[in-house]
């Protein structure tokens, strides 16, 4: 009924721009991009999302499309302005109570009773909308995340209590397919470029072969590392070495005699060590350092091998009963006698010239903790502090303080003392049925642990509200004391106080979690974790690589926002971090070792994000390069213009089979000959071929296969881009539509919300404050915290 | 962020021997000990491959009993006994412009279109074996088993402005609540034989029990506090919570299996290679409906558009992409060649089905286990004429063994007579118009 009466009302207001303009292609008989006018009612709640989307497409004077007549633009501003005026006439309700998802949990409890055991990382999956999983309407409760919620808020109050449970338990990481370095002899490397026995990374690190894991240990103690290796030395080689890391610092090394480590018939070696660990999470690396030295002359490295060349083995002893050499008798046939003679041969040619598989670690093994420290953690013990019970009533006092100084600071705002009497009848309850003082405890801060009041934020108007949005934006955690008593007296409400604090947030090592989440899934980061580069065609993809990627994008976001640089950086600062693995990816000379630096990239290839192996990888699929996918990216990530799906009735582009960006881009340009598809892909094409020149993992490349990369195109307006660089400058012209795009996205994590009417207003604000600056990084945070939308949030 | 390849706890860490102290469920601790049960459950399980597949490898020939199996379905040979190849049954509410895959996911168990959202509102109908557990009420220790062995994190608007929920998940307990499904199969473990240890002291174990109800009446008590002080959106957040407090609550009410000790070591994290992940997972679906710990399961061996590679099959190519071959012969063979691959790994669990003894019968016999993809062209996406097969004889009604052809018919009429096989009668799912009718004879 009420479709029917909005459908009629839009019918006898609906402005004459609609008929001239759009129904041409979008109703029923045809619904040109799925979009049906003839059933799309007067802009309202329920189809606000469409209507912002034909707002802003018609606004950006991208419908109607080429080759239609163009409205005037007063009269695309007239109907501009209706949808306006329509859609300002509901309000949403907005959803305020704000669950905590995974990272806001464990840090949460981090933070709340120093337990870092990230017990969240197995609840389900959070749902994520509007590109982020922080949104409050998307993040919902199932009986499931309940059940391990309450069996983690077990785990959890026990461990604060009564420290870890000491068990020892051995966890196993096995690299499913080691990767290592193979030669043939005569010496012939099967490997990339960066193997070379010139220079190549001597300490092994960032070779394949090594291991590198950072494993979160559950607590304070001595742990047994068991390194497995597999791979060998060519005979005659002096012998190697492993190296076994923690932390960035070597803390063990020992000589590998072996000349095999494994083989079909052998049990793989093993190396050792113990050391004592805190509670946490640590890197752990192995590896092996300079394998291309005291090899045999002939494979031609350095510091060659000066052990006598062992004569060659018998074929026939060391072939006997396999291989292919049959024990014949006396009286066998020629043919057979001839079988055998080629088969000596081949055996003898085979251990003249071994093939060499390099080293490589294929599964560590971490077996603790073993006589760990007894008790809480002095972190845990600080957070909660003891107040001398001793049975009877001073006990049920003891608690109770305990209980509200824990609540409190759980539930981010004062508890009343009727929930304070309730969690003290859990501890009582307790007590009742026989439990000690501290399992009273336990069991309280169980409760508090999956009470709503600590599992929700009810993100409301109210000044701790405030309080702990500030601090889940920044932090993705609950605010600290500081943070506390600047809402307890009233003062964060002011804007200098607030925009004060947001920096102060920024500097804090909290803020790292701002940049993991908040970057990992604005630039699609995330979806790293999930790639599967192509083996055969990117055979130097690895997870060191992978991890290597995300680290670079992170470290140069943290340095934007601790350096508190402009956000055009982003686009095209010309410096990055790297360690030695992502150098060589990139070709970058001079950087050695795991750790990462800042590295300036002047007169290199690269600058700037879009030139990140993380973002060209996480743009692409496993086999090859998309011009589409990258110019979609930029286009829904840097410019906030995502385009529509496709519309029906239209063949896929598919770009699965096409095997060279020859025919890629000639399939592209038949495409683009459809109008319907041309305005979108005139767009995005042109984009992501200028990103050509970057390979499927971001390496960079002038040919594909034998074609040459052309990386050239135009823009609608005619703009030419045939460079990473004319791309840079063409987004740093347009610097306020990202600085529009970043604030957005900003804004809708900040908020846990998607765009509202209203919030264009407010990002064109917030831009426009923050332009005087040219964008500086802080300066966007401080307009956004002190923005209408963020302190009003919850209000209606 | 975690790149860890695998995780594994040694058997000797977790197991302490058949019949000795295992670890136990959270909730399994506060339950009292089995209770008998009369005669072998009916079961009903639901396994997904996405992207369709090449039917002219599918169909077969012949119609009736006595049919030839096309390449893709050949592993299932040995059970064709078993097995009924359904021809003609389509979900036409999956039809419509561009997001034919996030439709074919949010219709696949509910013959519901879903709403085009890519925000939190999603919207598609109650799922058929979420319609099983809410009848059938909490008999097992789990409800329902949500399986998943595509355990990638989806980021962003999944289909063409389709939500990613409705590939996500191919479960609904509700229209507007999905239930995603479980990847990590250490986590699968822990659900069926929990996390936390048991103590032996009987007496300690049972003031830990009662600790544990006395938490959840507080929040039960608090939930509902907080509800009423809320506006109505903030009262449906908070709605769910207390559904979730009162689904677990009712669930200590009954009378419950302990889960007897598990026949396989816990496994570590989500396994590299495809084939040992669903390994993996089909040995713990084993293990939950032979324990009977539950008698509803959906599998999704990838999720609808997946872009999963099988390097397994000598060829890397991604799935999705593969399946708009435009009829390109050697893209087409690759598709078969997955679609095959899928058929060996769902084989492994109908054979180790039924191996299972259950009286007279086998755990197969007492199931009715449904092998399929909502899609049937990928090349064109078609939600017609899809590829079903269903073994298992339910309650013993269902006469297998042969191949039926209808005239088209909604996918959703097979789910009424599987329902009805649960004695769960119900008029109306999704777009069902009757019943499906053959499947006990002619």
């Known amino acids: 009924m009420v479709t029917l009466l ?126 982020f999983d922080n949104i409050a309407e998307a993040l919902t409760v199932s009986p499931l995340l309940l059940e391990k919620k309450l069996a983690a808020a077990e785990r959890i109050a026990r461990h604060a209590l009564f420290g870890p449970d000491g068990k020892t338990q051995t966890v196993r990481f096995e690299v499913p397919v080691p990767r290592r370095m193979e030669a043939t002899n005569p010496v012939k490397l099967t490997a990339p470029a960066y193997y070379s026995m010139a220079d190549y990374d001597v300490t092994g690190l960032s070779q394949p072969g090594a291991f590198h894991l950072t494993h979160r240990f559950p607590a304070d103690g001595e742990y047994v590392f068991r390194v497995i290796g597999a791979g060998n030395r ?53 590896a092996f350092p300079r394998q291309f030295e005291g090899l045999p002359p002939r494979f031609k490295g350095p510091n060659p091998s000066k052990l006598p060349q062992p004569p060659l083995p018998d074929p026939e002893k060391t072939f006997a009963g396999f291989g292919g050499i049959p024990v014949l008798p006396p009286d066998a046939p020629p043919g057979k006698v001839e079988e055998r003679r080629l088969a000596i041969a081949k055996a003898r040619d085979q251990l003249a010239n071994p093939r060499w598989e390099g080293l490589a670690v294929t599964e560590v093994e971490i077996t603790g903790p073993i006589r760990p420290r007894k008790g809480p953690s002095a972190e845990s013990a600080r957070l909660i502090p003891g107040c001398g019970q001793s049975g009877g009533r001073q006990s049920v006092d003891c608690a109770r ?17 009727a929930e304070l009497d309730k969690l003290v009848s859990l501890f009582e309850g307790t007590a009742a049925r026989g439990g000690s003082f501290e399992e009273g405890l ?9 009470s709503p009041d600590f599992l929700f934020r009810v993100d409301n108007a109210s000044r701790y509200a405030l309080a702990s949005r500030l601090s889940y934006f920044l932090w993705s955690t609950m605010p600290d004391d500081a943070l506390m008593s600047k809402a307890g007296d009233d003062s964060l409400g002011r804007p200098a106080v607030l925009a004060g604090e947001a920096r102060r947030l920024l500097a804090d090592a909290k803020s790292q979690s701002f940049v993991e989440n908040f970057v990992g899934q604005w630039l699609e980061i995330r979806r790293l974790e999930s790639v599967q580069p192509d083996r055969d065609k990117f055979p ?34 010309e410096y990055t971090f790297l360690n030695e693995r992502l150098a060589r990816h990139y070709g970058i000379p001079g950087v050695t070792g795991t750790e990462f630096r800042k590295v300036d990239l002047k007169g290199s290839r690269r600058g700037g994000i879009l030139t990140h192996a993380s973002v060209l990888t996480a743009s692409s699929y496993a086999t090859r390069t998309s011009p589409v996918l990258r110019g979609k990216w930029i286009l829904e990530n840097l410019l906030n213009a995502p ?154 | 962020m975690k790149f860890v390849t695998r995780k594994h706890l040694p058997r000797r860490t977790v197991l302490r021997g058949l019949g000795a102290s295992v670890a136990l469920p959270f909730l399994d601790a506060m339950t009292p000990a089995l209770s008998a049960q009369a005669a072998a459950p009916v079961r009903m399980i639901f396994v997904y491959v996405p992207n369709g597949v090449i039917m002219r490898h599918w ?56 709403k085009r959202t890519t925000s939190a509102d999603v919207e598609v109908g109650i799922s058929v074996d979420q319609v099983a557990v809410q009848a059938l009420g909490n008999r097992t220790r789990l409800p329902s088993l949500e399986l998943g062995c595509e355990a990638t994190r989806m980021v962003g608007s999944c289909d063409a402005g389709y939500s990613c929920a409705y590939v996500n998940s191919m479960s609904w307990r509700s229209a507007t609540s999905p239930n995603p499904p479980e990847t990590n199969p250490r986590s699968v473990f822990e659900r069926l034989y929990g996390s936390l240890d048991p103590d032996p002291d009987p007496a300690v174990q049972a003031r830990l029990d009662a600790n544990r109800k006395s938490v959840l009446d507080f929040i039960q008590d608090r939930t509902a506090e907080l509800t009423r002080s809320l506006g109505a959106s903030d009262k449906r957040k908070l709605d769910e919570y207390l559904t979730a407090i009162r689904d677990i609550e009712k669930r200590l009410g009954k009378a419950e299996s302990r889960a007897a000790a598990p026949s396989m070591e816990k496994p570590g994290g989500v396994p590299f290679a495809f084939v040992e992940h669903v390994r993996l997972m089909n040995d713990l679906l084993l293990l939950a409906l032979e324990a009977d710990l539950t008698r509803v399961a959906t599998v999704m061996y990838a999720k609808e558009g997946s872009t999963r590679s099988y390097p397994e099959l000598g060829f890397s190519d991604p799935h999705h992409p593969l399946t708009h071959h435009r009829n390109n012969e050697e893209w087409i063979e690759k598709v078969t060649q ?58 013993g009604s269902l006469k297998p063994g042969r191949h039926l052809a209808f005239g088209e018919k909604p996918m959703a009429n097979l789910y009424l007579t599987m329902l009805d096989r649960m004695s769960v009668p119900v008029e109306k799912l999704g777009d069902s118009n009757g019943k499906l009718e053959h499947l006990s004879g002619l």
């Open chain 1, 401 to 417: 303080r305990t209980l509200s100084l824990l609540a409190g600071r759980a539930y981010r705002r004062p508890v009343t003392a």
């Open chain 1, 442 to 450: 336990t069991v309280a801060l169980q409760g508090i642990l999956v």
């Open chain 2, 338 to 395: 997955i679609n095959r691959h899928h058929a060996s790994q769902f084989a492994y669990l109908i054979g180790r089905m039924k191996s299972i003894r259950e009286g007279d019968h086998t755990l197969l016999d007492r199931s009715m286990v449904v092998y399929g993809s909502s899609i049937s062209d990928g090349n064109v996406h078609t939600h017609h004429d899809l590829p079903v097969v269903m073994l298992g004889r339910g309650d």
């Open chain 1, 6 to 131: 909005g459908a009629l009302a839009f019918l006898a207001q609906q402005p004459p721009f609609l008929t001239k303009h759009c129904t041409g292609c979008h109703a029923a008989s045809q619904a040109a991009g799925g979009l049906n006018l003839d059933a799309l009612n007067v802009p309202g709640e329920a189809n606000q999302e469409q209507w912002t989307r034909i707002r802003r497409r018609v606004e950006a004077g991208e419908m109607p499309p080429k080759g239609r007549p163009r409205p005037a633009s007063a009269e695309a501003a007239v109907f501009t302005a209706w949808i306006d005026k329509e859609l300002g006439r509901f309000h949403r309700a907005p959803v305020t109570a704000r669950r905590l998802n995974r990272v806001e949990y464990n840090n949460t409890v981090r933070d709340l009773l120093g337990v870092d055991l990230a017990l969240a990382d197995d609840f389900p999956q959070d749902d994520s909308a509007f590109g």
């Open chain 2, 59 to 114: 169909t077969p020939k012949q119609q009736g009993a006595g049919f030839d199996l096309p390449r893709i379905l050949e592993p299932l040979k040995p059970f064709q006994q078993d097995l009924f190849v359904l021809t003609g049954l389509a979900h036409r509410t999956g039809e419509g412009p561009a997001g034919d895959h996030a439709r074919a996911g949010g219709t696949y168990l509910t013959g519901v279109c879903p």
């Open chain 1, 540 to 573: 130097d993809f690895d997870d060191y690589l992978r991890r290597s990627m995300a680290k670079e994008t992170e470290l140069f976001f943290t340095h934007v926002v601790k350096e508190d640089r402009s956000i055009l950086d982003l686009i095209d600062g």
């Open chain 1, 234 to 286: 060519p005979a005659a080689s002096e012998p190697g070495e492993i190296t076994f890391w923690i932390d960035g610092r070597q803390v063990q090394r020992f000589p590998v005699n072996e000349v095999v480590l494994s083989g079909f018939e052998r049990r793989p070696d093993a190396w050792e060590i113990r050391a004592a660990l805190t509670a946490g999470r640590h890197e752990i690396t192995a």
């Open chain 1, 643 to 796: 385009p529509p799906p496709p519309p029906p009735n239209v063949p896929a582009l598919d770009e699965s089979g096409v095997g060279e960006s020859l025919s890629l881009r000639a399939q592209l340009e038949q495409h683009r000959r459809n109008t319907v598809c041309a305005s979108c892909h005139a767009r995005m094409d042109p984009l992501g071929f200028s990103l050509e020149n970057y390979d499927a993992v971001g390496s960079f490349r002038t040919h594909e296969g034998k074609v040459a990369i052309d990386p050239s195109g135009a823009l609608p307006d005619g703009t030419q881009i045939a460079s990473p660089d004319a791309l840079k400058r063409v987004l740093r012209q347009n610097r306020a539509a990202f600085a529009a795009c970043l604030t957005e996205k900003l804004l809708t994590y900040a908020l846990g919300r998607g765009p509202e009417r209203g919030d264009e207003e407010t990002v064109k604000q917030i831009v426009r404050a923050a332009e005087s600056s040219n964008y500086r990084f802080s300066d966007l945070i401080a307009a956004i915290v002190t923005s209408k939308p963020f302190l009003k949030r919850g209000e209606r």
